[in-house]
């Protein structure tokens, strides 16, 4: 057999090689993807429904003609920061997931307990209280979530007493630069190359932050709005270059609105009853009064009679409206106080100090069906409706939203995947409206009459005297109802939350 000259036998393995080499530089360079959905939460703290009025947002515009939007989202009572965003991820109203406000007085313990940082025990009791970050890894070992800033992110939840994969903090005081590179690390976590995510949550502090310095009002919450507006543009940029803009469903959102209150509309606790009596939580407009022992009768006829001559509300946690879910856990007040519509209480001292010669600034807890409380809803992506504009949502049937999205089952929650449906461009197949289920409802009738007539027909035979016959037409039916919506609104027993 003839020997290859080595010159030859280089040449001919040469392509070879180079072939080689470059499949496996491919292969070590190829971006990692999840082989689950991808879904992206944003949220802009403090971002009402009508910011949208005070500067220019191309950015939000074409995402708009490019999605589904919901003007007025309907947030949680109160309408604070954390229960607002804890609401969002677990689908559950304040009184089920624990996260009652700002802060709250652990009587037990006689400690005021900021629950931002030292929440985990409250944020948590209730064990259906789960983020949907966390749901989406206990779902399967190949999800991994990554979360920046989220209110609750550095909590354990669970059984499992799961942390998220990828997780970021930062302080709210960041510049525009270092917003965008938190953008852009958030982003990059959909592509890492040993564990990438399929679900990423994002939160800015602003503009809530400005808004409450300088008033919903001011020149430096517009500037906020359209530095947003920039950010936004940014990251559909930043996904389109990493060719995940047509994969990823994207959901913009905000937990609340912000209210402009001046100066002289400030209430003065002092004035109504001695502070050495009771205990504050929460913050304005919306307060938490937990009396001390023994001062109990003396606190509550105190802020009562107040209440009719001053401008607040007075309400025993018992009878407190029902269309704000705030009745049922243990760690609730006997009482609270709601400041007028504009108005707001003196315990917070930058309302009465900070930036001295601001006539306004911005405050938000008031009721949830006030429209200066409601922010809005924006999303994006293979799921949703191009062009759509919905009328209304609540901040509890984003949790089922996602859980469709990610192709998870939801734990029990206070929402409904069917307020989300019509955002949607091929709703579930298990899911049925109203009009279809009474739709089947009426032709299963209507077979059953004519059923029956056959039978009748069947039976009316003429008579002789020698043979008379004796027919039982009563038949017992069942109705069977539906079970069609798998995410109906389930509220949580409230034995979860019992102490």
């Given at each position: 057999?003839?020997?290859?000259?080595?010159?030859i036998?280089i040449?001919?393995?040469?392509?070879?090689?180079?072939?080689?080499?470059?499949?496996?530089?491919?292969?070590?360079?190829e971006?990692?993807?999840?082989?689950?959905?991808?879904?992206?939460?944003?949220?802009?703290?403090?971002?009402?429904?009508?910011?949208?009025?005070?500067?220019?947002?191309?950015n939000?515009?074409?995402?708009?003609?490019?999605g589904?939007?919901?003007?007025?989202?309907?947030?949680?009572?109160?309408?604070?920061?954390?229960?607002?965003?804890?609401?969002i991820?677990?689908?559950?109203?304040a009184?089920?997931?624990?996260?009652?406000?700002?802060?709250?007085?652990?009587?037990?313990?006689?400690?005021?307990?900021?629950?931002?940082?030292?929440?985990?025990?409250?944020?948590?009791?209730n064990?259906?209280?789960?983020?949907?970050?966390?749901?989406?890894?206990?779902?399967?070992?190949?999800?991994?979530?990554?979360?920046?800033?989220?209110?609750?992110?550095n909590?354990?939840?669970?059984s499992?007493?799961?942390?998220?994969?990828?997780?970021?903090?930062?302080?709210?005081n960041?510049?525009?630069?270092?917003?965008?590179?938190?953008?852009?690390?958030a982003?990059?976590?959909?592509?890492?190359?040993?564990?990438?995510?399929?679900?990423?949550v994002?939160?800015?502090?602003?503009?809530?932050?400005?808004?409450?310095?300088?008033?919903?009002?001011?020149?430096?919450?517009?500037?906020?709005?359209?530095?947003i507006?920039?950010?936004?543009?940014?990251?559909?940029?930043?996904?389109?270059?990493?060719e995940?803009?047509?994969?990823?469903?994207?959901?913009?959102l905000?937990?609340?609105?912000?209210?402009?209150?001046?100066?002289?509309?400030?209430?003065?606790?002092?004035?109504?009853?001695?502070?050495?009596?009771?205990?504050?939580?929460?913050?304005?407009p919306?307060?938490?009064?937990?009396?001390?022992?023994?001062?109990?009768?003396?606190?509550l006829?105190?802020?009562k009679?107040?209440?009719?001559?001053?401008?607040?509300?007075?309400?025993?946690?018992?009878?407190?409206?029902?269309?704000w879910?705030?009745?049922?856990?243990?760690?609730?007040p006997?009482?609270f106080?709601?400041?007028?519509?504009?108005?707001?209480?003196?315990?917070?001292?930058?309302?009465?100090?900070?930036?001295?010669?601001?006539?306004?600034?911005?405050?938000?807890?008031?009721?949830?069906?006030?429209?200066e409380?409601?922010?809005?809803?924006?999303?994006?992506g293979?799921?949703?409706?191009?062009?759509?504009?919905?009328?209304?949502?609540?901040?509890?049937d984003?949790?089922?939203?996602l859980?469709?999205?990610?192709?998870?089952?939801?734990?029990?929650?206070?929402?409904?995947?069917?307020?989300?449906?019509?955002?949607?461009i091929?709703?579930?197949?298990?899911?049925?409206s109203?009009?279809?289920?009474?739709?089947a409802?009426?032709?299963?009738?209507?077979?059953?009459?004519?059923?029956?007539c056959?039978?009748?027909?069947?039976?009316?035979?003429?008579?002789?005297?020698s043979?008379?016959?004796?027919?039982n037409?009563?038949?017992?039916?069942g109705e069977?109802?539906?079970n069609?919506d798998?995410?109906?609104?389930?509220?949580?027993?409230?034995?979860?939350?019992?102490?």
């Amino acid at each position: 057999m003839p020997r290859l000259k080595p010159r030859i036998l280089i040449s001919f393995l040469s392509p070879i090689l180079v072939l080689f080499l470059v499949f496996n530089v491919q292969g070590h360079f190829e971006r990692e993807r999840s082989r689950f959905p991808l879904v992206l939460l944003v949220s802009f703290d403090g971002f009402g429904h009508d910011y949208f009025e005070k500067a220019k947002t191309p950015n939000f515009d074409l995402l708009k003609k490019e999605g589904a939007f919901i003007p007025r989202l309907t947030p949680v009572f109160v309408t604070k920061t954390f229960p607002n965003h804890q609401s969002i991820v677990t689908g559950l109203f304040a009184e089920s997931h624990g996260v009652l406000g700002s802060s709250l007085y652990d009587q037990a313990n006689e400690s005021l307990v900021d629950l931002f940082s030292d929440g985990e025990f409250y944020a948590t009791k209730n064990s259906k209280a789960i983020p949907v970050w966390t749901l989406n890894e206990d779902a399967d070992e190949g999800r991994k979530s990554g979360v920046v800033a989220w209110p609750g992110y550095n909590f354990h939840y669970g059984s499992n007493h799961r942390l998220p994969t990828h997780s970021m903090s930062f302080a709210s005081n960041l510049t525009y630069r270092q917003w965008v590179k938190s953008m852009d690390t958030a982003i990059s976590w959909f592509e890492h190359h040993t564990t990438p995510a399929n679900l990423v949550v994002f939160y800015l502090a602003e503009p809530d932050t400005t808004g409450h310095l300088y008033g919903p009002e001011s020149e430096q919450v517009k500037e906020k709005i359209s530095q947003i507006d920039d950010l936004v543009g940014h990251m559909v940029s930043k996904l389109k270059e990493l060719e995940l803009l047509s994969e990823v469903n994207l959901i913009i959102l905000s937990d609340h609105g912000m209210l402009s209150v001046p100066r002289k509309n400030i209430i003065h606790l002092r004035d109504i009853a001695d502070p050495r009596d009771y205990h504050i939580a929460n913050s304005s407009p919306s307060l938490f009064i937990y009396p001390n022992p023994g001062k109990e009768a003396k606190v509550l006829e105190a802020f009562k009679k107040a209440s009719m001559q001053m401008n607040f509300t007075f309400y025993e946690t018992w009878s407190a409206p029902d269309h704000w879910h705030f009745k049922e856990n243990p760690y609730l007040p006997p009482f609270f106080i709601i400041a007028d519509k504009g108005y707001a209480f003196d315990e917070v001292p930058w309302l009465v100090n900070y930036n001295d010669g601001q006539e306004f600034h911005g405050v938000h807890g008031y009721d949830n069906l006030m429209p200066e409380m409601q922010p809005f809803f924006l999303a994006r992506g293979p799921a949703f409706k191009k062009g759509y504009v919905g009328s209304s949502l609540e901040s509890v049937d984003i949790y089922p939203l996602l859980c469709h999205l990610l192709q998870l089952t939801p734990n029990p929650n206070n929402g409904s995947l069917i307020h989300a449906l019509p955002l949607l461009i091929q709703p579930p197949s298990h899911i049925f409206s109203l009009i279809e289920i009474i739709a089947a409802y009426m032709l299963a009738c209507f077979a059953v009459m004519i059923a029956a007539c056959f039978v009748l027909g069947a039976m009316w035979q003429p008579r002789t005297k020698s043979s008379v016959e004796t027919y039982n037409l009563w038949s017992r039916n069942g109705e069977k109802e539906s079970n069609a919506d798998e995410s109906v609104k389930l509220l949580v027993n409230e034995d979860d939350v019992s102490p």
